[in-house]
Nanobody, 124 residues
Framework: QVQLVESGGGSVPAGGSLRLSCAAS????????MGWFRQAPGKEREGVAA???????GYARSVKGRFTISKDSAKNTLYLQMNSLKSEDTAMYYC??????????????????WGQGIQVTVSS
């Protein structure tokens, strides 16, 4: 059974940094496309960053240059380093895995496993 558990959220002032972690079980992080999504109040969930099994990260335009997705396959843990945070980054953040546990990333719609989410609040 796939389980994704996020940690590391919280409240920071604008310009600050946070690192989110996602502990994965029931799937091999080393051979699965993984990603981070977020959902702000009143808005749809949106893809933020994704990384294929062999690396090759991709980012939404709104976070490119500020956020970095990475993984530690030995710990089966996914990370999202968020720098230069803005108030518009405030949202619930979700860890996700490809629904077919595919090794390549096939677009935001291909994700089908989700963590419970963790709140990130950026104050201006």
């Amino acid at each position: 059974q796939v389980q994704l558990v996020e940690s590391g959220g919280g409240s920071v002032p604008a310009g600050g940094s946070l690192r989110l972690s996602c502990a994965a079980s029931g799937l091999p992080l080393s051979s699965t496309c993984m990603g981070w999504f977020r959902q702000a109040p009143g808005k749809e969930r949106e893809g933020v960053a994704a990384i294929a099994s062999y690396g090759h990260p991709g980012y939404a335009r709104s976070v490119k240059g500020r956020f970095t997705i990475s993984k530690d396959s030995a710990k089966n843990t996914l990370y999202l380093q968020m720098n230069s945070l803005k108030s518009e980054d405030t949202a619930m953040y979700y860890c996700a895995a490809d629904r077919a546990l595919a090794d390549e990333c096939r677009g935001w719609a291909a994700f089908g496993y989700w963590g419970q989410g963790i709140q990130v609040t950026v104050s201006s």
